[in-house]
């Protein structure tokens, strides 16, 4: 259980974040902090028995059953590495932020924070290709989030990087796929056991270039590199954790993972130490190029990514241990220098190294650490990141074939460590070399500094303590090729070759260092023609651009045109399907009575009646009378649950009609003879197809085998003897949940459109305005009779509308149902009101949707006790005598139907019918100014001034940004 739990505690991190903002402002990262230490100190702990027995830690919960997906979580040595970094970095770059940013609440950025830890833990534990992707998912949406948070200009950095590493997840994605219809589970670890990859090789390269696309984008490798020095407009925190010390590890992990089944593979080999080493040398030569510390040092991680992928690439037992100790050694000297950049940062108010002074004597503490860490990624000893370059040369000597190869790929990573050299001394001869001058400020604080001196010392102590990491590197090497591995990492080696490639790496980067100058007037120019930022902001332009025309050729701000060809189309296929069948099978018995023809000449009437009429409130009453009729037609043919919906879904209909009509002209505008022509020829095709459906489905065939399940199981299953109702919160409420999720937004969606269109606060055309002064005026004059109404008939409804609800699961009612008789009684309510303005309906109806949503989603949760997501949980309670009351959870989920569909029927009747919206500006009648006598605790309302014939501009002043 010490998986979830590790989830579970960072979840209610997140949930807590706002709390503790509100208590302790930026401090509240200490709190955090020790959270993150807390759980790094618990996955610390299961090292002996991860690393030391070979142990691995698992945890399952079945999530979908029916297709093999579970919460499967998996503690082994490759993501015990992953996720002592992801939660160690995590609590250190937590205690760096709360004297990173000046004092205030930082809510978005610690929820963000940990939620983004959430996802990296959650992607390096899953054991489920389906899960681990939801979580890979997740660090994209965080980091998209994170960047945003640092103002307008990280507006664009944030959306494409947000764009690339999404296409990579698509290619994930489609990866997934593969692999479960191949594989037939969702088990990562079966899968990567089991699956016969060389009996299929096109299949199985397919599936490794899209791994490789989505480990590409996300650590940043040629082409894509462009996207992380791009990131580097969010703040240093964020830049820290996710660009430089794990979200940007996710795709070395990814790699580490597959290469047990990839690694033999020519095509997986030549790309990965191919395009790894382009990405190392190129994001060298880079960093070279820039004057700003942080541009620097994102440029640097590129290349250190590139190397990381090229030796993953190699393949062998001895790489993969290199890699290993260079994941750990990355993490920690560029975390360190990350930190140290932010903190000259925001002591001398720059980064640019051509404006900094020498900054050795005002801040000595941040220019050691700062050496020590840069040192460790030149690979200089006696640090750990000598000791993985190390590693890393001798394992790329050792590539399997020729020999002339490895040779070749090793004189590869030379060049780039040479140039790591001379940026990292670079780097800090620019910050604190050179002539001291007079900084803005001195040293920073101990609680300033405590974080970079953690992850720089560490890279110094564990040089010295290198057989402690023994363990770990052979349970990685085991985890990621299958074999047994013993390794014996120490400092010194003796005189071999991978010595000599080192010191010729410190030799050149000495010399760079040297001729410094020189090498800055050689780079002083543009290296290649385009930037990436460039190339992908084309591209983005091109696909507008492109849709754009496509669009143009059946572009119209009218819906009939889309319309027409969607029913045409519909309706075309209907009729040749029906048509095509070879003979109607005779119905066994009679299916019309007496009464249906009195409904179809009904409903024939009240639409001729609608085609005919000019008046749109007609029509609106017209179109109410064949529902009715439909209505009517439901409850005969015995469907009470139909009929019920139907009727009500008709009152609240009409309600809504007329309150959007007292925007629009009081008849139709005139309409072409052609177009009149085209509806009616559509409408003739559809009424057609339709008829002919009826004429052949009625009466004519077997109840479906889905049906006969339903009816038979139903009782036995949910406890309920409405089969509508248990299909909609028993057997199929993920689709439920999915349709009241869309709800929801859609009410959210009219209160946006209203606010950012300023719908809901112009003035009508003065023909408008006359048509909706008549219409308030007769509700106004006739409302006695109307408030008497309603005011018995109210409680009742309000008191069916809860029996409906509780009576859902075993007879005619539910959450959907009884709250649209609660949204009628609401509509009544707002209708007997004497003014728009008394109608308004104070109730918070956007939190009553959301609360709706969550309500439903944790019930779902409940059922996780019963071993699947939103399975039902029963409970008999016994009543007085031998009775009992039997309740389930499903009842907990049309609670939150029930709330969600309130919410957004009050959406709809406060947003379209409140009176400022269209007249509030200007009385309708003498009856404007008068106070109602049945309601004296109504509240009076001020109307806004505007300019004569003009609409309100919002005050951007307001907390609300605009009039309300």
């Known amino acids: 259980m010490i998986l979830p739990v590790l989830l579970g505690v960072l979840v209610v991190a997140v949930a807590a974040t706002p709390l503790l903002d509100r208590g302790l402002g930026r401090n509240a990262g200490w709190v955090l902090a020790g959270v993150f230490g807390t759980l790094a100190a618990v996955v610390g702990a299961q090292g002996p028995a991860v690393l030391g027995r070979g142990e691995t830690l698992e945890f399952f919960v079945p999530w979908m059953p029916t297709i093999d997906v579970g919460l499967h979580l998996r503690l082994d040595g490759t993501s015990w590495l992953f996720a002592m970094l992801v939660l160690g970095v995590g609590a250190l770059v937590m205690a760096y932020s709360t004297r990173y940013f000046p004092p205030g609440r930082r809510t978005g950025f610690y929820a963000l924070m940990t939620a983004f830890a959430v996802a990296m833990l959650g992607l390096v534990l899953a054991d489920d290709v389906v899960v681990m992707f939801v979580f890979w998912e997740l660090t994209t949406i965080c980091s998209f989030l994170l960047i945003g948070l640092s103002g307008e200009s990280a507006n664009r950095p944030a959306v494409r990087t947000f764009i690339l590493t999404g296409l990579g997840g698509l290619a994930l994605l489609a990866a997934v796929v593969m692999l479960m219809v191949n594989a037939g589970t969702s088990r990562l670890s079966t899968i990567l056991a089991v699956t016969d990859w060389q009996a299929s090789p096109g299949w199985s390269v397919a599936v490794a270039l899209l791994v490789i696309l989505a480990a590409f984008t996300k650590s940043a490798q040629f082409p894509f590199h462009y996207w992380l020095p791009d990131a580097m407009a969010a703040s240093t925190p964020v830049s820290t954790y996710l660009h430089a010390a794990t979200m940007v590890k996710a795709g070395i992990y990814l790699l580490m993972r597959f290469t047990p089944v990839f690694g033999d593979f020519p095509l997986w080999n030549v790309l990965l130490i191919g395009t790894g080493l382009v990405t190392a040398f190129i994001g060298a030569l880079f960093a070279l190029q820039r004057t700003d510390l942080k541009e620097l040092l994102a440029y640097s991680t590129v290349s250190q990514l590139g190397l990381l992928v090229a030796i993953i690439g190699v393949g062998t037992p001895y790489a993969l241990a290199a890699a290993g100790v260079h994941t750990l050694a990355h993490a920690l000297f560029k975390a360190s220098l990350f930190m140290l950049m932010g903190v000259v940062d925001t002591r001398n108010g720059t980064r640019d190294i051509r404006q900094l002074p020498g900054l050795w004597r005002a801040m000595p503490a941040t220019a050691t650490l700062m050496t020590i860490a840069a040192l460790s990624m030149a690979g200089i000893p006696p640090l750990l990141g000598f000791v993985s370059k190390e590693a890393i040369l001798d394992a790329m000597l050792g590539l399997p074939g020729e020999p002339w190869v490895g040779v070749l790929v090793a004189l590869g990573a030379v060049a780039a460590s040479a140039l790591t050299f001379a940026y990292s001394f670079r780097m800090v001869y620019g910050a604190f070399g050179g002539t001291p001058g007079t900084a803005k400020h001195g040293e920073a604080g101990p609680s300033y500094l405590l974080a970079p001196a953690v992850t720089a010392l560490s890279g110094l102590v564990l040089a010295f303590a290198l057989p402690v990491l023994d363990p770990l590197v052979d349970r990685l090497v085991l985890d990621t090729t299958g074999t047994a591995h013993e390794s014996h990492l120490a400092l010194w080696h003796g005189f071999n070759l991978p010595l000599l490639l080192s010191a010729i790496v410190i030799g050149l980067g000495a010399v760079l260092a040297w001729q410094r100058v020189a090498v800055d007037r050689v780079l002083d120019r543009q290296l290649v023609p385009v930037q990436g930022t460039q190339v992908f902001e084309g591209a983005y332009r091109g696909v507008i651009a492109a849709g754009v025309r496509i669009g143009r050729l059946t572009a119209s701000n009218a819906p009939a045109p889309y319309l027409a060809a969607i029913l045409l189309t519909l309706g075309g296929t209907a009729i040749a399907v029906t048509l095509g069948r070879p003979e109607v099978p005779a119905q066994p018995e009679p299916t019309t009575r007496p009464t249906d023809w009195l409904l179809v000449a009904l409903i024939l009437v009240a639409v001729t009646a609608v085609v005919v009429t000019r008046s749109r409130l007609a029509a609106v009453a017209l179109v109410g009378v064949a529902g009715f009729a439909v209505a009517l037609w439901f409850l005969l043919l015995g469907g009470f649950d139909l009929a019920l919906t139907q009727l009500l879904v008709e009152i609240l209909t009409v309600v809504v009609a007329v309150l959007v009509l007292r925007r629009l002209p009081r008849t139709f505008h005139p309409t072409p003879r052609a177009r009149r022509l085209g509806a009616g020829v559509v409408a003739v095709i559809m009424g057609v197809a339709a008829g002919l459906a009826a004429f052949s489905l009625t009466g004519r065939r077997e109840m479906s085998p889905a049906s006969e399940y339903f009816l038979r199981n139903a009782e036995e299953d949910t406890g309920g003897t409405n089969v509508v109702n248990t299909i909609l919160v028993d057997f199929r409420a993920l689709d439920t949940l999915g349709e009241l999720t869309v709800l929801g937004v ?219």
């Open 746 to 964: 859609t009410g959210l969606i009219i209160i946006g459109v209203l606010e950012s269109a300023r719908l809901n606060h112009g003035r009508l055309p003065e023909k408008v305005a006359g048509f909706a002064q008549n219409v308030v005026f007769s509700a106004r004059e006739n409302s006695l009779i109307m408030r008497t109404v309603a005011r018995g008939l109210g409680p009742v409804l309000a008191l069916l509308s809860l029996y409906l609800l509780l009576r859902g699961h075993s007879a005619p009612g539910g959450g959907f149902i009884a709250a649209l008789v609660g949204g009628a009684g609401f509509a009544l309510a707002y209708l007997a009101a004497p003014a728009a303005a008394r109608a308004r309906i104070r109730l918070p109806y956007p939190r009553l949707i959301a609360a709706g949503i969550a309500v439903a989603g944790a019930s779902g949760i409940l059922g996780y006790l019963e071993g699947s997501f939103l399975r039902p949980l029963h409970l008999d309670i016994p009543l007085p005598g031998d009775g009992y009351y039997h309740f389930t959870t499903a009842l907990v989920f049309d609670v939150g139907v029930y709330l969600a569909v309130i919410g957004v029927l009050l959406t709809a009747l406060n947003r379209l019918g409140t009176e400022d919206d269209i007249h509030a500006e200007e009385p309708l009648g003498p009856w404007a100014e008068s106070t109602d006598e049945d309601d004296p605790d109504a509240e009076d309302e001020t109307n806004d001034e505007i300019d004569e014939g003009t609409a309100a501009e919002p005050d951007l002043a307001s907390p609300k940004g605009g009039r309300r």
